[in-house]
T-cell receptor, first 114, second 115 residues
């Protein structure tokens, strides 16, 4: 079974609008961390935001927030007030406490339309 | 500047010719790992290291070797590259080896083509 599932291969959003990128995960470990990364067309991987499994509040970092629904095992990334520079590939990732591996989803390509 | 440095950025080689992709981090991170990125497959972990002299296989280790003789360096070795190893490779490090809270910091990637 896939540890991380991103079901949206591509998304479009109008500039200044908000967009939600979906991520679901699969684990039986009660302790885990969830991460989102951005990969612009230049290729580098940029860490955006982190959510721990025991965190009571949804993580926020500037225009990025994580909609964490533990019972549904989802960790959706919300980007508010989209900018042209947000056009990129976005990856969701997880690391479990019991394991030493990071698991990545297949990514969502976001295009911001002027 | 805190960073993960991998070299080379681009590499074209022929089947069977041994190659090494270097990776170095200056952040005193315990955890280091290698990934390959292929279209439609996301990033898949090749090998990881929890600390010096401690390495383990990820999901796709076949055809690759690694070593961790020093904390800062984690080279990826392809003893006999094949065309199916054509990919974009990333080295990454994380501060704490046994802490699931630590995010990965990535190098800029190495695009490898094996003909």
């Amino acid at each position: 079974a896939q540890k991380i599932t991103q079901t949206q291969p591509g998304m479009f959003v109008q500039e200044k609008e908000a967009v939600t990128l979906d991520c679901t995960y699969d684990t039986s470990d009660p302790s885990y961390g969830l991460f989102w990364y951005k990969q612009p067309s230049s290729g580098e991987m940029i860490f955006l935001i982190y959510q721990g499994s025991y965190d009571q509040q949804n993580a926020t970092e500037g225009r990025y927030s994580l909609n964490f629904q533990k019972a549904r095992k989802s960790a959706n990334l919300v980007i508010s007030a989209s900018q042209l520079g947000d056009s990129a590939m976005y990856f969701c990732a997880m690391r479990e406490n019991t394991g030493n591996q990071f698991y990545f989803g297949t990514g969502t390509s976001l295009t911001v339309i002027p | 500047e805190a960073q993960v440095t991998q070299n080379p950025r681009y590499l074209i080689t022929v089947t069977g010719k041994k190659l090494t992709v270097t990776c170095s981090q200056n952040m005193n991170h315990e955890y280091m790992s290698w990934y390959r990125q292929d279209p439609g497959l996301g990033l898949r972990q090749i090998y990881y290291s929890m600390n010096v002299e401690v390495t383990d296989k990820g999901d796709v280790p076949e055809g690759y070797k690694v070593s961790r003789k020093e904390k800062r360096n984690f080279p990826l070795i392809l003893e006999s590259p094949s065309p199916n190893q054509t990919s974009l490779y990333f080295c990454a490090s994380s501060l704490l080896g046994n802490n699931y809270n630590s995010p990965l910091h990535f190098g800029n990637g190495t695009r490898l083509t094996v003909t």
